[in-house]
């Protein structure tokens, strides 16, 4: 079965207002807000519950 990213720029900005990122701060591009959400984790032991 072949997976779909078309919500995945969705998920990763709710990550990161989760994470406490102000709008004013959302990367606009999808790839920049993976960098910045494995950034902040990188000092977190986080369970994510999908």
């Known amino acids: 079965m072949k997976r ?3 919500s995945s ?7 990161l207002r ?4 102000p709008d004013a701060k ?3 591009d999808a ?3 993976l960098r ?3 950034s902040m984790l990188r000092e977190r032991t986080v369970l ?3």
């Open 18 to 21: 989760a994470l406490g990122v």
């Open 36 to 38: 910045l959400y494995r």
């Open 31 to 33: 790839a920049d807000g």
């Open 9 to 15: 720029p969705r998920a990763i900005t709710r990550l």
């Open 48 to 50: 994510l519950d999908l």
């Open 26 to 28: 959302m990367p606009a």
């Open 4 to 6: 779909s990213n078309s």
